[in-house]
């Protein structure tokens, strides 16, 4: 495997992904909408250790369903989001696929918080939808 990398818009941070991430996720919630300023936000999960950062990202501390921690890592620069952790998954973080260099080859299993989607998005083929988080 060739390492990942990636990084905000202007460049102040930049990351390394030292393993192959999981399938995809595409999020729908409301939260991860606003954040992204988008329709939804395609995210990939590693290993905290597989996750290497240079330069610093500031935070939004929010909260998930489960009433614990998220915490919502951004650019302080340009304001692009890079990455959540999630008190609720330790030892993983939740990349922003967007901010990857090449997207080549990742692929979304999942679609989450389909109740929030927008009626007119035609589902992902072979991807497995949930109403809610899985």
């Known amino acids: 495997m060739t390492d990942r990398e990636g990084g905000c818009l202007c460049g102040a941070v ?5 393993a192959e991430p999981r399938p995809g996720v ?3 919630c409301t939260h991860c909408r ?3 300023g988008s329709l939804f936000s ?10 290497e950062q240079r330069g ?3 935070v939004f501390v929010d909260s998930g369903d489960s009433g614990q921690p998220v915490n919502r ?9 890079i ?10 973080v939740v990349i922003k696929a967007g901010s990857l260099d090449d997207i080549g080859g990742l692929t979304a299993a999942t679609e989450i918080y389909c109740d929030h989607a927008a009626d007119w998005l035609t589902p992902i083929a ?5 109403a809610q988080n899985q």
């Not at 930049?14 to 030292?18: I, N, Q, S």
């Not at 890592?73 to 989001?81: I, K, Q, R, S």
């Not at 990455?83 to 993983?92: E, F, K, M, Q």
Request: contains cysteine.
């Open 14 to 18: 930049r990351y390394t992904l030292k």
């Open 26 to 28: 595409v999020c729908h």
């Open 34 to 36: 606003r954040q992204s």
């Open 42 to 51: 395609f995210n990939i999960v590693v290993r905290e250790s597989d996750y």
């Open 56 to 58: 610093e990202t500031k």
């Open 73 to 81: 890592h951004f650019c302080g620069h340009c304001g692009a989001p």
């Open 83 to 92: 990455l959540v952790r999630i008190a609720a998954a330790p030892r993983h």
């Open 126 to 130: 072979g991807a497995a939808r949930f």
